[in-house]
């Protein structure tokens, strides 16, 4: 299996350019079903999530054309089915976004239907907000072996007031997909501000929707009968920016990271920043430099523009040198997203769990183990972790952080870290759970 070998202990020095969001790239693609038109998608990731999306669109009649490492052309317009072929069936339920293609494919076809979605296993990660949502909108949606299926009455879904119980990104963009070209005015409330909301929204629009207040805590949507062709760059992504600077803070040394939208950045550069790392705004870049110790905080994370759940288990891992106890406690998932503290306590981490905060001591420093990559950003954790580490971390387990990180080996050798991808068998682990499980 491949893993990621480490030497770490080797400050990181040089510039990285980010790629672009994955989770604008996944809620994009399966929205693209609604246009008829060609959608030409520029600064879309290299990553195994937007393959598969691309793969599942392609199955279903979709024309995909790479034009280049990072952009591609879609053409949904002999799309026919409003049924996931049962070929796409293992691939669907191993991400979290597949669940966009319901309010796609209900959105175009008045009907859908596909498996139930996969994704990292955060513990319960319930649907119930989609479901409010879409039902709202006119559907009658029925979960039923494993499957979802939802039609909507006379044909086509009609314009509705939502007030979602929950701040949830996924119910936020799977009905703002599926109200695009819902018959009236939609109306959701509560939902979430995340900056891939506000580039769904964006996409929408350059495809003719009419969708306003994206960003804000309300969105409203005057459906259009079609979305026509157009061309949209997404955003860079938040998370990976944050994972590089979250790894300078742990390595140290000088990193002008690139190809950023400095303010989707702020609450990380804030907390860096509390822990003595410098960090300079430029218009597209932010310079991250770390040559002293490292001081302790405290994390909560919360729906943005509060502190990113996805940048928890990175920024544990920094906080794993910081000396004295720094508090990290989770907002946004019940049942605390801490499998990975496990693995970062192989490599001497003196952290203990309580119900959703982890109390982390600060220890003098890391040493190389072998450890799981848990999920996506457990997984960006332990590279974070091992590249500050003494002697050599192995990290097995690496199709998880495939799933988000376009060649993250790659780029954390050119900042000059002694990092490389080996195909070796595992170690034996009577623990090692079967893998995929729920994005
Ligand atoms: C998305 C991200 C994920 C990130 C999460 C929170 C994608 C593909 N994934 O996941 O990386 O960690 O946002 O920023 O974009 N909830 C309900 N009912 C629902 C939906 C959600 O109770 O119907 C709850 C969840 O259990 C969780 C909270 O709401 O406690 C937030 O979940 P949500 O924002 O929906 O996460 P995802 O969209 O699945």
Not at 150 to 156: D, S
Not at 288 to 307: A, M
Request: aromatic share 6%; net charge negative; glycine share 10%.
């Amino acid at each position: 299996m491949e893993k990621y070998v480490i030497h770490g202990g080797k400050p990181l020095h040089g510039q990285v350019d980010i790629s672009g969001a994955k989770n604008a790239a996944v809620a994009v693609i399966p929205a693209a079903i609604m246009v008829r038109g060609v959608c030409r998608l520029e600064n879309l990731p290299e990553i195994s999530d937007t393959d598969k999306l691309l793969h599942i669109l392609t199955y279903m009649g979709a024309q995909v054309r790479m034009i280049n490492r990072t952009t591609v052309e879609l053409d949904c317009t002999n799309v026919q089915m409003d049924t996931l072929p049962e070929e796409m069936w293992a691939m669907t339920r191993k991400i979290r976004a597949s669940y966009y293609l319901i309010g796609a494919m209900l959105g175009r076809f008045g009907r859908a239907r596909s498996t139930m979605p996969g994704g990292c296993n955060f513990g319960v990660r319930p649907i119930d907000q989609h479901i409010k949502g879409l039902t709202a909108l006119g559907a009658d949606v029925r979960m039923t072996g494993g499957f979802i299926n939802a039609t909507a009455k006379n044909g086509r879904l009609r314009g509705a007031m939502v007030y979602l119980d929950k701040v949830s990104v996924g119910a936020t963009i799977n009905i703002m997909i599926a109200a695009a070209t819902a018959e009236g005015r939609t109306v959701i409330e509560n939902v979430a501000r995340e900056p891939h909301i506000v580039d769904l929204a964006n996409f929408l629009n350059s495809m003719g929707a009419d969708v306003r207040g994206a960003g804000t805590d309300v969105i409203k949507i005057r459906g259009v009968k079609t979305l026509h062709g157009g061309t949209y760059t997404l955003i860079p992504d938040q998370i990976e920016a944050g994972t590089y600077m979250a790894a300078v803070a742990a390595a140290g040394g000088a990193v002008k990271i690139t190809n950023v939208i400095p303010k989707h950045l702020e609450c990380i550069s804030s907390k860096l920043r509390e822990m003595d790392v410098e960090i300079e705004d430029g218009d597209d870049y932010v310079l991250v430099r770390r040559d002293g110790p490292l001081h302790q905080t405290n994390i909560k994370t919360k729906p943005y523009p509060g502190f990113p759940t996805d940048m928890q288990p990175q920024m544990t891992a920094v906080l794993c040198c910081a000396p004295g106890v720094s508090v990290v406690t989770e907002g946004v998932w019940n049942g605390g997203r801490f499998k990975y503290v496990a693995e970062l306590k192989k490599m001497g981490a003196s952290i203990e769990v309580d119900d959703q905060s982890a109390f982390v001591q600060g220890v003098d420093h890391l040493t190389g183990a072998t450890v799981k990559a848990c999920d996506l950003r457990a997984g960006a954790a332990m590279v974070v972790a091992g590249l500050a580490a003494e002697g050599v971390t192995k990290i097995e387990d690496v199709v998880y952080i495939e799933r988000g990180y376009q060649d993250i080996v790659g780029k954390f050798r050119a900042l000059g870290a002694d990092i490389a991808c080996v195909d070796e068998p595992d170690e034996p682990d009577a623990e090692r759970s079967a893998g995929w499980v729920a994005g």
